[in-house]
């Protein structure tokens, strides 16, 4: 393989500072973690926005706020989150006792300037803090968001769950032409315990999903609490990228709380010790067919 990008998750849309005080959450916070884990090799950063409460939000206006802060300190490429996540402005309570997922201020994540957005194209159940949240993105909607996508010039990184995310919207929607190569698709792995649908992490889950991507794709894994490490070392191993942080894992070690840019330097350490060299921004823009960022 080419030249490894290290993609930094600060903060999620799930995680709290009552779990892990470093978690990032308002914007100046976020944007002096992504700084920091920059300057320890990440190419990427993927970011949630928070409200001033810290709960979950695609505000376009705190989005440009923390894209704004990072473009000042330094030119990773900035990938905003169309996900949202599961608290906040992403729920809308319904009347039979679950709460849904807010599309429309998914769709919100676009409009912020990014040069990637996160493409969550799936329907799922996601259990969190005592609620079951519906996330519904059937094809109709799956193509409204990619389309919103290539409308502001913003690269899908094309985020899945298990094979069938893959063989099903991902592959339709290349095919149809949303995207153009190489496809950047980001599999995460042990986030079975929280999202019904999810793959848990073994060698064999994420060779199964590595079998099934389409042709001049690119892949990257993230795994979830103490799956980050092995998986992302055995990403590494098989030609894969990888993203790290806080959005995925709290801890350093066994009961050992991470900062971000912890994570990064211990990737970037294990990458150089496997003999891989690691893209910079201008380096990962180029592999993955982004324009030049202009300073």
Same mark, same amino acid.
């Given at each position: ?13 799930m ?9 990032p ?7 002096r973690?992504?700084?920091l884990?920059?300057?320890?090799g990440?190419?990427i950063?993927?970011l ?8 979950a ?6 989005? =440009? ?6 473009r000042s =300190? ?12 599961s608290s906040?402005?992403? @729920?809308?309570?319904?009347?039979d ?7 429309e201020?998914? @769709? ?24 079951e949240i519906?996330?519904?993105?059937p094809p ?43 496809y950047?698709?980001?599999?995460v792995?042990?986030?079975d315990k929280?999202?019904?649908?999810a ?8 060779a199964a ?11 990257c ?19 894969g ?10 801890y ?5 709380l991470?900062t971000?840019?912890q @994570?990064?330097?211990r ?12 893209a910079s921004?201008g380096?990962?823009?180029?592999? @993955? ?7």
């Open positions: 393989m080419g030249k490894l990008i290290i993609t930094v998750a600060p903060t999620g849309g995680a709290s500072k009552s779990q892990n005080h470093n978690l959450t308002q914007p100046e916070e976020i944007a973690s992504v700084e884990s920059y300057k320890e990440a190419a950063a993927a949630h926005a928070r409200r001033p409460d810290d709960e939000t695609c505000n376009a206006d705190i989005y =440009r706020d923390i894209n704004e802060r990072i =300190r330094c030119d990773i490429i900035i990938n905003n989150s169309t996900g949202g996540g906040g402005d992403m @729920l809308i309570e319904r009347p006792g679950l709460y849904e997922n807010n599309f201020e998914r @769709l919100k994540g676009c409009e912020a300037g990014a040069e990637m957005a996160t493409f969550d194209g799936m329907t799922f159940a996601d259990v969190h803090g005592g609620k519906i996330v519904l993105t109709s909607r799956c193509e409204a968001l990619v389309k919103r996508m290539t409308e502001r010039g913003i690269k899908p990184e094309w985020e899945v769950f298990s094979p069938t995310h893959i063989l099903q919207d991902v592959t339709r929607l290349i095919q149809k032409g949303y995207d153009k190569p190489p950047y698709i980001n599999m792995l042990g986030a929280g999202f019904q649908g793959m848990p992490y073994s060698h064999d889950f994420l999903m590595i079998a099934v991507l389409p042709p001049q794709s690119i892949f894994v993230s795994a979830i609490g103490p799956a980050q490490l092995p998986a992302t070392t055995q990403a590494m191993l098989l030609g990228h990888v993203r790290v942080g806080l959005e995925d894992n709290n350093y070690s066994r009961g050992v991470a971000n840019e @994570l990064v330097a990737t970037r350490r294990i990458a150089t010790e496997l003999g891989l060299e690691i921004a380096e990962a823009r180029d592999i @993955l067919g982004l324009a030049p960022q202009k300073r």
